[in-house]
């Protein structure tokens, strides 16, 4: 079982920057690709960003292309979302995810494990 906790979600104002963490535990981290999903009220969870069990391999939304960067710290068992300039459109629920799988997924399905979440607030 791997165990997921977010951090770092908070209010900033438009054109600001916000830093994600996703702390894991339970299984070798090396072994995870991990994701990143957000959900905004009333809509439908969407995918954010990817990366590979060793970092080299990344992949984004379109909507986030060129402002987010994923990236991952195996010795620290932990994911990170960086967030640059933030539009109020990026407010949302942010939350990591996990697969055993290598290869890197678009779908919320195909992800094993999930974390709580964290809010990311986005004032105009």
């Known amino acids: 079982q791997v165990q997921l906790v977010e951090s770092g979600g908070g209010l900033v104002q438009a054109g600001g920057a916000l830093r994600l963490s996703c702390a894991a535990s339970?299984?070798?981290?090396?072994?995870?690709?991990m994701g990143w999903f957000r959900q905004a009220p009333g809509k439908e969870r969407e995918f954010v960003a990817a990366?590979?069990?060793?970092?080299?391999?990344?992949y984004y939304a379109d909507s986030v292309k060129g402002r987010f960067t994923i990236s991952r710290d195996n010795a620290k068992n932990t994911v990170y979302l960086q967030m640059n300039s933030l539009k109020p459109e990026d407010t949302a629920v942010y939350s990591c995810?996990?697969?055993?799988?290598?290869?890197?997924?678009?779908?919320?399905?195909?992800?094993?494990?999930w974390g709580q979440g964290t809010q990311v607030t986005v004032s105009s």
């Open positions: 995810a996990a697969r055993s799988l290598l290869v890197l997924a678009t779908s919320y399905g195909a992800y094993d494990y």
């Open positions: 339970g299984r070798t981290f090396s072994t995870l690709t």
């Open positions: 990366i590979s069990r060793s970092g080299g391999t990344t």
